[in-house]
T-cell receptor
């Protein structure tokens, strides 16, 4: 069974631009969640989607948004990029969300200059 | 939110040694998971363990939910065990991660 796939692996963007990251979950997994990892703040939960609906949300500004498609694939968008958005963005899939184990992708490393 | 503290922050072991990593959390949680982040950044799920004890090869984990802590045991450590170990807890749909224990296993 294929694992969680995130694309692209690396991105370099300029302040003020927007970016879209993609995540394909493990086949059969209906929940996708997103996380930001930085040296200063560690791993932080962004949001979780299940059946195309955002079910849970962390404490991030509205510039961070996401969506999930009918095939459970998910995208995350960050608008008006700031230098502090430079991070490793990780996506995880699970069978049904909280209450089932998380399986992470390799991440997308975003650098904002 | 829930505070998740891991100890020790750093650990250096000789190959073959055993170790215990600890995760304390500040409030009741629905579940707890342990992850290993390898040097390339990938997070691997080691255990989903809201309570009780589980074993997988040289690794085992115990969660005592009523006392708000979990332990990860690594026996006969190998160089491939190097990396950062995170615990993560979930409550009301929110996930909280500890700051991790960085493990280096020396041949």
């Amino acid at each position: 069974k294929a694992g969680v796939t995130q694309t692209p692996r690396y991105l370099i963007k300029t302040r003020g631009q927007q970016v879209t990251l993609s995540c394909s979950p493990i086949s059969g997994h209906r929940s996708v969640s997103w996380y930001q990892q930085t040296p200063g703040q560690g791993l932080q939960f962004l949001f979780e989607y299940f059946s195309e609906t955002q079910r849970n949300k962390g404490n991030f500004p509205g510039r961070f948004s996401g969506r999930q498609f009918s095939n459970s694939r998910s995208e995350m968008n960050v608008s008006t990029l700031e230098l502090g958005d430079s991070a490793l963005y990780l996506c995880a899939s699970s069978l049904w969300g909280p209450g089932s184990p998380l399986h992470f992708g390799n991440g997308t490393r975003l650098t904002v200059t | 939110g829930i505070q998740v503290e891991q100890s020790p922050p750093d650990l250096i072991l000789q190959e073959g040694a055993n170790s215990t990593l600890r995760c304390n959390f500040s409030d009741s949680v629905n579940n707890l998971q342990w992850f290993h982040q390898n040097p390339w950044g990938q997070l691997i799920n080691l255990f989903y363990i809201p309570s009780g004890t589980k074993q997988n090869g040289r690794l085992s984990a115990t969660t005592v939910a009523t006392e708000r802590y979990s332990l990860l045991y690594i026996s006969s450590s190998q160089t491939t065990d190097s990396g950062v170990y995170f615990c993560a807890v979930e409550r009301v749909g929110q996930f909280y991660f500890g700051t991790g224990t960085s493990l280096t296993v020396i041949p």
